[in-house]
């Protein structure tokens, strides 16, 4: 069993910036691949950044040089630092994980998620 837990989400002004962490828990050979995730109400979920096994990074064009995937030093936290942040990037933002499907795929694991409003 695997537990992410989102946090960072809040309110932010245009060109602001926030970093979201997603911590895990439970069986670490199940979060090889992550990524985050988002969603705005009406809306299809978006995939928005994704960490493959070898470190590997992927970013959706809406985001690209503006926000950035990463890991802790642990491995036990993903972290997604945005910046120039718009009032398109408002959604929830979800961590998602994987032992297997890296990238943009339909992952097995999801937190419940933090919102970010920007104005």
């Known amino acids: 069993h695997v537990q992410l837990v989102e946090s960072g989400g809040g309110s932010v002004q245009a060109g602001g910036s926030l970093t979201l962490s997603c911590t895990t828990s439970g069986d670490r050979s199940s979060t090889g691949c992550m990524a985050w995730f988002r969603q705005d109400p009406g809306k299809e979920r978006e995939a928005v950044a994704a960490?493959?096994?070898?470190?590997?990074?992927i970013y959706a064009d809406s985001v690209k040089g503006r926000f950035t995937i990463s890991k802790g030093n642990g491995k036990n936290t993903l972290y997604l630092q945005m910046n120039s942040l718009k009032p398109e990037d408002t959604g929830m933002y979800y961590c998602?994980?994987?032992?297997?499907?890296?990238?943009?795929?339909?992952?097995?694991?999801y937190g419940q998620g933090t919102q970010v409003t920007v104005s």
């Open positions: 960490y493959g096994r070898d470190g590997r990074t």
């Open positions: 998602a994980a994987d032992p297997a499907i890296c990238g943009f795929g339909r992952l097995k694991y």
